[in-house]
């Protein structure tokens, strides 16, 4: 691999944004749960639940923390790395960036408080508002920021202009760059993601008690919560990953093909379960394919035109190894997550969940899994987007920053990479003390007084 400024500033970028991406899966998720939690107290006055909602709380606040502190050093590499890509979409990423920021951060750092030093200081009602709100903050922010890259995908609402001889693009639309033609079904794919990831994490810490014999009550209610939240969404997931894929079929046909290793336009087009991308042969080896499948996700009918990476030229073409391995390793990861929630909430239902350690196990791996499949899942779009940063517009190529000299953004990678190497130990260190000192138990009623007596 030659290492230039272009190749360096795009693993600078994977590097940071990876890093990021660890945290706000996990914060939609968990924010989702914390409400389900508070509100079952509410409803239900059980202590238990609260318990609960006191002790992911915690972990809520130290994981919106680290994502904070990795999404702005990102944020700081489009005027460093990408300048001409600036440039070129400042106004439409620009104004995306600014909602995120007044509608979504704001409202989520700006209840965190209350959500974390409250639960004595304000009222039950108040307090549980505040959950609902900080939720609604980490959901809002996966909205702006999956409409700013979902116009990357599929550019709409906008007027190129040129200043000084340099192109860039301008909205001439808002809600047409909002409701791009990918906008929606990339944020429900993203959210239902973030769900399946946040109900793993849940269930593999609640699982881990049950193993051990740790906080018997509570952590079989955030179990059997975590295993229906986790089931649904992962059900859910593959409805939004077709809808996803046909959009990908009608803007991004060159993506699709990579997707599926698809080397020539077929009719009917076969579905690849496994193979082998061979770029040299055009064509992939040992493949494992379901004839006319592709041409029914696509077209809706056993036959029907998809189209080839033969049906674009060359310098067109995303790299087809990377594209393929990606999406199949995600589609495969859910498939086994799917499978999992599915017969943990089976043998839930026996009354049978708690006492089968082998599932349980499972259970508590499921985390890392749910995580790899988000990370996968956003790379194999990225990836399959090339050659284009801006798709048809804007080539990853010509966005890069010239001026930044290659062994600056070498010695960053290092920086960085050793910096968010030790961030990701402290996080570790951190949940897993918190995890370690476990959930407190609830106060019985009277408190004090009870004590006392």
């Not at 693993?11 to 914390?34: D, K, N």
């Not at 304000?122 to 996966?142: D, E, I, N, P």
């Not at 190129?160 to 794919?189: C, K, M, Y």
């Not at 046909?246 to 076969?270: H, N």
Request: proline share 4%.
């Amino acid at each position: 691999m030659h290492l230039d400024i272009l190749t360096l500033s795009r693993l600078q970028f994977a590097l940071t944004i990876m890093f990021h991406y660890l945290f706000p899966p996990l914060s939609i998720g968990l924010g989702a749960l914390m409400v389900l939690m508070e509100g079952a107290f509410l409803w239900t006055g059980d202590k238990e639940w609260e318990a609960l909602a006191r002790f992911w709380t915690k972990i809520f606040a130290v994981n919106f923390a680290m994502g904070v502190a990795s999404g702005i050093v990102m944020e700081f590499q489009f005027g460093t790395n990408w300048s001409t890509y600036s440039r070129f979409v400042g106004d439409v990423f620009g104004s995306a960036l600014a909602a995120e920021g007044i509608f979504a951060f704001f409202l989520e750092s700006g209840f965190l408080a209350v959500l974390v030093f409250g639960w004595d200081r304000v009222s039950k009602r108040m307090h549980f508002l505040s959950t609902v709100l900080v939720a609604l903050g980490a959901l809002f922010s996966a909205v702006w920021i999956v409409v700013a890259n979902s116009w990357q995908q599929t550019p709409a609402g906008y007027v190129l202009v040129s200043h000084a001889g340099v192109a860039r693009a301008e909205i001439t639309d808002f809600w047409a760059v909002v409701f791009n033609p990918s906008s929606v079904q990339r944020l429900i794919h993203t959210i239902l993601g973030a769900w399946v990831a946040g109900g793993a994490l849940v269930a593999s810490v609640s699982a881990y008690y049950v193993l051990k014999g740790r906080h018997a009550g509570p952590a079989r209610k955030a179990l059997a919560l975590s295993v229906v939240f986790g089931a649904a969404a992962a059900v859910l997931l593959p409805l939004s990953g077709d809808a996803s894929a046909r959009l990908v079929a009608r803007y991004q046909p060159a993506k699709l093909a990579a997707f599926e290793g698809l080397y020539k336009t077929a009719d009917p087009a076969p579905l690849t379960l496994v193979g082998i991308p061979d770029d040299s042969r055009q064509e992939l080896r040992a493949a494992v394919r379901v004839p006319g499948l592709l041409s029914f996700l696509v077209h809706r009918r056993f036959g029907g035109v998809v189209a080839g990476l033969d049906a674009f030229a060359p310098q067109d073409r995303p790299p087809v190894a990377a594209s393929f391995f990606l999406f199949h390793a995600m589609v495969g990861i859910g498939t086994l997550l799917a499978a999992l929630f599915a017969l943990s909430l089976w043998r839930l239902r026996a009354g049978k969940l708690y006492e089968d350690r082998l599932l349980l196990w499972g259970l508590v791996g499921s985390v890392v899994a749910a995580l790899a499949a988000n990370e996968i899942g956003w790379c194999a779009a990225e990836v399959g987007r090339q050659p284009w940063i801006v798709y048809g517009l804007l080539r990853t190529q010509d966005a890069v920053s010239r001026a930044v000299p290659a062994r600056h953004a070498l010695i960053s990678i290092v920086l960085f990479f050793v910096i968010y190497s030790l961030l990701l130990a402290v996080w570790l260190l951190v949940v897993s003390d918190k995890i370690a000192q476990g959930i407190e138990p609830p106060e019985p009623a009277g408190g004090a007084l009870t004590e006392a007596k």
